[in-house]
């Protein structure tokens, strides 16, 4: 468990970088499913969590005066029958000592201390009857993707400086992460095998971390078809021949660091000729673009030197026509790899995304309108301390490949001919999380299989 002391010393340093201002901070609440009493599992907004530590108290809310360095924690008692369906609950102070704060008072009080200490300011939050509460409360709430007020953006800016580097109890709870995954990922390369059904490799994936009482960090993708990028249903039925496309983790038996891991394999437990050549291209792209997540290095940079190994390989195997330095520049290679080599890892999948394109791309950038680098979500220098994911793909996904505009653009630097005849591969997608050190890259999850004779050897029981 992270030390009450931890979240101290990050409030401290938050209301140090703010200075002045009084900020709302929600766990939210639980999510009803079809009817109120059928909710979703519950787990805290990830500010209020990397604050405060308090995965579970839900409605809970703390004010943070940042001029007085001083915090006060709102706590929703229950109700007078919680006992009988939950079991008897600890007492408030009980509730609230990993987060360190001692200033604590029911939920019904925060109506006057909010009006007491207005202006107050909130980010925004993923749980409409949150905001809602909050706004009634004359609390000040942003909206996602709308203009920040001066107090919100400079709330957003301090959150983003403070987390992207991670500290020793981040660290292990994204180690203990990556730990479970790789019992995960393994036990999902032993149940592979012709004629199973993707659901049953994701059972044996998952089943796992039930074991361990954790939770999937996103939904699991567990697929033959790889170049649907997120593709969450588990119907497909394995057959030999097929490459089966694995995007899953776990988060932390703590407070829920998220892991983030892709492996693909063959279904039959060997590579063929033309999955070997290209599954090693996608593994030497992998290598070359963690070998660069070292402090000061653009992290447009990883994308693009992973984008160049990957032009090279695909001029190799006859579907791209040129230069590989120019093909990259002119975005052709994003035929077959669409989307970024990867993003922030933390507390949540995508670490901050909840801020926008604020917490990834440093100020003054903005995204590319170019189809393939659009979709890069960090473009920033990385830092000693950081964590992102590496993951180059290959796709052979027929929606692009006759995509009219991309034929007109590309014209034959593409062999659309060619890339016709891949149709039915798939996809194959390499993904490890690596945390940027002072020496080389640290690769939390390179535990688990990705060399050929690895990942071939995993299969099957």
């Not at 922030?344 to 100020?363: I, Q, S």
Request: net charge negative.
């Amino acid at each position: 468990m992270i030390p009450a002391s931890r979240f101290a010393a990050r409030r401290s340093a938050l209301c140090r970088a703010l200075g002045r201002g009084t900020f709302a901070f929600a766990a939210g609440r639980e999510r009803p499913r079809n009817y109120p009493a059928n909710v979703l599992e519950f787990r805290a907004d990830s500010t209020f969590l990397w604050l405060f530590g308090l995965r579970a108290e839900r409605g809970a809310v703390a004010l943070l005066d940042a001029a007085a360095g001083r915090a006060t924690l709102f706590l929703d008692p229950g109700a007078s029958d919680d006992a009988l369906w939950h079991g008897e609950a600890p007492s408030l102070s009980e509730r609230a000592a990993p987060s360190g704060i001692t200033d604590l008072r029911p939920l019904a009080q925060l109506e006057r201390a909010a009006l007491a200490a207005h202006p107050v300011h909130a980010l925004a939050h993923t749980d409409p009857a949150t905001v809602a509460e909050l706004r009634a409360l004359g609390i000040t709430v942003a909206d996602f993707g709308a203009p920040l007020d001066d107090a919100t953006a400079r709330l957003c800016d301090a959150l983003i400086a403070l987390r992207m580097c991670k500290d020793a109890d981040e660290l292990a709870e994204l180690r203990a992460a990556s730990a479970l995954t790789a019992r995960g990922h393994r036990a999902a390369m032993r149940a592979t095998r012709p004629g199973r059904k993707e659901s049953a490799v994701r059972a044996a994936l998952e089943a796992e971390w039930i074991a361990a009482d954790v939770a999937p960090a996103y939904p699991s993708i567990v697929t033959v078809r790889g170049e649907v990028l997120h593709h969450r249903t588990y119907a497909g039925t394995l057959t030999d021949g097929d490459l089966l496309l694995c995007d899953a983790g776990a988060e932390s038996p703590g407070l829920g660091y998220a892991s983030d891991v892709t492996r693909t394999w063959p279904v039959g437990g060997r590579f063929s000729a033309r999955q070997r050549d290209a599954y090693a291209l996608v593994l030497a792209s992998q290598t070359a673009a963690i070998a660069r997540c070292r402090p000061g290095t653009e992290y447009r940079d990883v994308h693009l030197a992973a984008s160049r190994v990957l032009a090279e390989g695909l001029v190799a195997l006859g579907l791209l026509r040129g230069d590989p330095e120019t093909l990259v520049a002119e975005g052709a290679h994003a035929v077959f790899f669409p989307h970024g080599v990867g993003h922030l890892l933390g507390l949540d999948v995508h670490d901050m995304e909840g801020f926008g394109d604020r917490a990834g791309y440093a100020p003054g950038r903005a995204r590319s309108p170019q189809f393939g680098l659009s979709y890069l979500r960090l473009d920033r220098p990385l830092a000693e301390g950081w964590v992102v994911t590496i993951e180059p793909g290959f796709y052979v996904a027929p929606a692009i490949l006759r995509d009219p505009a991309l034929r007109v653009r590309l014209g034959d630097r593409v062999a659309w001919a060619e890339a016709e005849r891949w149709i039915g591969f798939g996809g194959i997608r390499i993904e490890d999380d690596v945390h940027v050190t002072a020496a080389d890259p640290e690769v939390l999850t390179l535990e688990i299989p990705k060399d050929i004779d690895a990942v071939e050897s995993s299969i099957g029981d």
